[in-house]
C-alpha cells in the first residue's frame, strides 16, 4: 500500500543508517559505536513517529536522546548479573512505558527508548563501553532529527482539522441565516453534510489523533463537540428556523456563538484568530439573567424558555470548542483548558480565562496519580511490558544464547496488549523472521565475502524494514529486518548465514516469553479497559446531572459534588480509547460503535455543567412540577446506570434489551415555571438521544462475554 509518509520514512533511513555505519565502522573503526549508531538511527527513524510542529519534534527527539542515553548507561550497567538485570529491568521499563501517559509524543518513543535499553542490557558489555555506545547513540539522534526535520510529510490529522474547520464554518453561516430570518434549509443540509464527513475522516483516519491535554487529543475533543453541536442547530432549527425577531439578548448570544464558532474553525484550519471567549460566556450570563426576569405570565413566556434551552446548550458547546480550538492550535497550554474542563464540569460558573495554572512537575505528577490504578490502560500495560521484558532478560542469560538481545527485543517486538493478537502476532514474527533468514542467507551465501555487495543490500533492505510498518503485513516487517541484521553482522564480524538462524531461535524465545506472560496477565487486553471506563463516565456523568438538577430545583445545598469524578472518568476514557485504537489484532467494535458511546458520553456531561450553570429555585417556582423533574432525573440516571452495567465487566446475567425512555410533554405544556421548562428541555433532549445508545452499548455487551481466546 503507497503511503508518502512511509516513503518520507524509507528515505530517511537510507540516506542515515548506511551513512553513520559507514563513517563509525569503516572510518573511525568502533565495533560498539558501529552498533549503537545504526539501531540508533533505527529507533530515531523508524520505531518512534513523533507528530505535531518542528518545534514539538525537536523537543521530543531530545527527550528520546536524553532518555536513551540514560537507559543505554542502566543498561550496560547491569548486564555483568543475571539476578540484577531481571530485577533492575522491571521498575526502570515500568518507567518508560508509564511515561507515554504524559501524550502522543511520549507515546510514540516508548519502544525507541527500550530499544536503547535491552541492546545493551541483553548484550555482552563492560562499563569501560557506556563513552562509545553514547557516541553511536546521539550521533544518530542527531542526524536522525535533522532528517527528520528536512524530511518530513503533512501532519496526519490535516484532513481531520480542514474538515472540523469545515463544520465550524457550516454551523456558524446556519446560526447567521437564521438570525437573518432567510430560510435555513440549504446550510442545514451544508452542516448535516460536513458533519458526516467530518465523522467519516475522523473514523476512518490511520492515526486517531488522542492523547491527554495535548493538541491532538484537544482535536479529538473537538470532533465530538462540533457533532453535538450539529445536533443541538438541528434540533433549534426544527424547533424555530426564524431568529430575526427573537429577544436582543438572544440574538446577541447566537451572534457570538456564530462568531466564535467561526473563529475556532480558522484555528483548527491554522489561523490565529483568538476566539471571545469573555464575550461569551458574559453573553451567555445576561441571556439567564433576562429569562430569569421574565414574566411568567406572558402569552410567550413558554416559547421564549425553550428558545432560551436550545441557545443556551449550543453557547455552552460553542464555548467548549473554543478552547479546544484554542489548545489545538497551540496558543494556549494543556494546564489552561484542563483547569476550565474542571471548573466547567465541576458546576463552577466561571469565564474561560483566569485561574491558577499546575506547575509542569505538579501537572506530570498529577497524572500519574490519576492512572495508577489497575482500572488504568497505562498502568496495567505499563506492568505487563515490564515484566514480560523482565522474564526475556531473564530467559536469555539463563539460556545462554549467542544474542540474548534478539530475545528480549523479540519479546518487545511482538507483545501486545491482549494474548490472542501476542499469540497471532508472534506466529507473524516468527514467519518473517524465517522469510529473512531464507532471504538473508541467500543473499549472503551468493555474495560471499564481497563487501561492496553487502553495502549495496544494506540500503535495500532498510527500505523495506523501514517502509513497511503500517503499510505491509508486520511479517514482511520482520523478514527485511532480519535481512538488515544479517547484513550489519556480517559487516562487521562475517560469519555468514549462521547469524540468520541464531536470530531465528532467539526470536523463538522471545515470542514463547511474550505470549506466555499476555496468557498470564491481562489476556482480554484494552477492550476491557474501554468497557469499564465507559462504564465509569456514564455513572459518573448520570450522578453529576442528578446532583445538578437537584440544586437547581432547590433540593441540594451547594453545587454538584461529582463534577470531579465526572472529569477524571472522561479523561481515563480518552486514554483507553488511545490505546484500543494502537491495540493490534481484530476489533469487534468498529470504532464507529465506540466513538457513538463515547460521544454520549460527552453529551451527558455537557448537559450536567449547563444545568449546573442554571441559578437555583430559591423559592417555589417549580411548585408541583417538582415531582415530576425529579421523577425524570431518576429515569435518565437509571437508564444510564443499566447501560454502564450493560458495557461493564460481565457478571454471569443475561443482557437485559435497553428500551430508551420517552417523556410526554405535559409539564412543559402546564407549568409557568422557568425552571421547569429548562430542566425538561434539557432532561428530554438527552432522551430523544438515547435510541442511539442501545445498539453499540449491546454489541460491546456482547463482545465482553466472548472467552477472551476468542
Not at 100 to 128: E, F, H, K, Q, R
Not at 356 to 377: C, D, E, N, P, W
Not at 629 to 646: C, F, K, N, P, S
Request: net charge negative.
Amino acid at each position: 500500500m503507497w503511503s508518502r509518509a512511509a516513503a518520507l520514512r524509507a528515505l530517511r533511513a537510507v540516506l542515515v543508517i548506511p551513512g553513520l555505519f559507514a563513517i563509525t565502522d569503516k572510518a573511525i573503526g568502533n565495533p560498539q559505536m558501529a552498533t549503537f549508531a545504526a539501531f540508533g538511527g533505527f529507533a530515531t527513524l523508524v520505531l518512534a513517529n513523533f507528530a505535531g510542529t518542528r518545534r514539538d519534534k525537536v523537543i521530543a527527539h531530545g527527550g528520546l536522546a536524553l532518555a536513551g542515553s540514560v537507559l543505554v548507561i542502566i543498561g550496560t550497567a547491569v548486564n555483568s548479573s543475571i539476578a540484577v538485570a531481571a530485577i533492575v529491568t522491571v521498575p526502570v521499563t515500568f518507567a518508560v512505558f508509564f511515561a507515554g501517559v504524559a501524550g502522543p509524543n511520549a507515546a510514540s518513543g516508548v519502544t525507541a527508548a527500550l530499544l536503547a535499553y535491552v541492546l545493551p542490557a541483553a548484550s555482552p558489555g563492560t562499563i569501560s563501553m557506556v563513552p562509545d555506545r553514547l557516541a553511536g547513540w546521539w550521533l544518530a539522534s542527531v542526524a536522525g532529527t535533522v532528517a527528520v526535520l528536512v524530511l518530513s510529510p503533512p501532519s496526519s490529522d490535516d484532513a481531520v482539522r480542514r474538515d472540523a474547520s469545515n463544520l465550524a464554518a457550516a454551523l456558524a453561516n446556519g446560526i447567521e441565516a437564521m438570525l437573518r430570518g432567510e430560510r435555513s434549509d440549504d446550510e442545514l443540509a451544508d452542516c448535516i453534510d460536513a458533519k458526516h464527513e467530518l465523522l467519516s475522516t475522523f473514523n476512518t483516519a490511520t492515526t486517531v489523533p488522542t492523547g491527554i491535554g495535548t493538541a491532538e487529543q484537544a482535536l479529538a475533543n473537538g470532533v465530538e463537540l462540533l457533532e453535538w453541536c450539529s445536533v443541538l442547530f438541528t434540533d433549534m432549527v426544527h424547533e424555530r428556523s426564524d431568529m430575526s425577531d427573537a429577544d436582543v439578548a438572544e440574538r446577541e448570544l447566537l451572534a457570538v456563538s456564530a462568531t466564535v464558532l467561526r473563529d475556532s474553525g480558522a484555528l483548527f484550519a491554522g489561523g490565529r484568530t483568538w476566539p471571545d471567549l469573555d464575550r461569551l460566556e458574559q453573553s451567555r450570563k445576561e441571556s439567564i439573567v433576562r429569562l430569569h426576569r421574565l414574566a411568567p405570565d406572558r402569552d410567550d413566556f413558554r416559547e421564549q424558555a425553550q428558545l432560551s434551552f436550545h441557545v443556551q446548550a449550543l453557547a455552552v458547546t460553542a464555548l467548549v470548542i473554543g478552547a479546544e480550538a484554542l489548545v489545538a492550535r497551540r496558543l494556549v497550554d494543556a494546564d489552561w483548558v484542563a483547569e476550565q474542563r474542571t471548573r466547567w464540569f465541576g458546576g463552577a460558573t466561571l469565564g474561560p480565562t483566569g485561574g491558577r495554572h499546575l506547575a509542569g512537575v505538579a501537572k506530570y505528577s498529577g497524572i500519574a496519580r490519576r492512572h495508577a490504578s489497575v482500572r488504568s490502560v497505562w498502568f496495567v500495560n505499563s506492568l505487563r511490558g515490564s515484566l514480560a521484558l523482565a522474564a526475556a532478560v531473564l530467559v536469555a542469560d539463563l539460556s545462554s544464547v549467542q544474542h540474548g538481545f534478539w530475545v528480549v527485543f523479540g519479546t518487545l517486538s511482538v507483545l501486545r496488549t491482549n494474548a490472542a493478537s501476542t499469540g497471532s502476532t508472534a506466529l507473524r514474527a516468527l514467519l518473517g523472521t524465517a522469510v529473512g533468514f531464507v532471504i538473508g542467507g541467500a543473499l549472503i551465501v551468493a555474495i560471499g565475502t564481497d563487501t561492496s555487495a553487502l553495502w549495496v543490500a544494506l540500503p535495500v533492505a532498510l527500505a523495506v524494514a523501514a517502509y513497511s510498518p503500517g503499510t505491509a503485513p508486520f511479517a514482511v516487517g520482520q523478514a527485511a529486518f532480519t535481512v538488515v541484521i544479517a547484513v550489519l553482522f556480517n559487516l562487521i564480524v562475517p560469519v555468514g548465514w549462521r547469524v540468520g538462524v541464531v536470530r531465528i531461535e532467539d526470536v523463538a524465545l522471545g515470542c514463547a516469553v511474550s505470549i506466555v506472560v499476555g496468557t498470564l496477565f491481562w489476556p482480554r487486553g484494552v477492550s476491557s479497559v474501554v468497557g469499564d471506563d465507559l462504564a465509569d463516565a456514564y455513572r459518573a456523568g448520570a450522578s453529576y446531572l442528578t446532583q445538578a438538577v437537584a440544586r437547581v430545583s432547590g433540593m441540594l445545598e451547594g453545587g454538584p459534588v461529582d463534577g470531579m469524578a465526572a472529569v477524571t472518568a472522561g479523561l481515563r476514557l480518552d486514554d483507553a480509547l488511545r490505546g484500543f485504537t494502537a491495540e493490534q489484532g481484530t476489533k469487534r467494535l468498529s470504532r464507529e460503535e465506540l466513538w457513538r458511546l463515547v460521544g454520549g458520553s460527552l453529551r451527558l456531561r455537557l448537559t450536567a455543567h449547563a444545568v449546573a450553570d442554571m441559578p437555583p429555585d430559591n423559592g417555589d417556582d417549580l411548585g408541583p412540577a417538582r415531582d415530576s423533574i425529579a421523577h425524570r432525573t431518576e429515569v435518565l440516571g437509571a437508564w444510564y446506570d443499566r447501560l454502564a452495567a450493560q458495557v461493564s465487566r460481565p457478571s454471569g446475567q443475561a443482557i437485559v434489551p435497553l428500551v430508551a425512555p420517552e417523556f410526554d410533554g405535559s409539564v412543559e405544556a402546564s407549568t409557568h415555571s422557568r425552571h421547569a421548562i429548562w430542566l425538561c428541555e434539557h432532561l428530554d433532549h438527552l432522551a430523544d438521544h438515547l435510541e442511539e445508545l442501545v445498539r453499540p452499548a449491546a454489541h460491546l455487551a456482547e463482545v465482553r462475554r466472548l472467552p477472551w481466546w476468542r
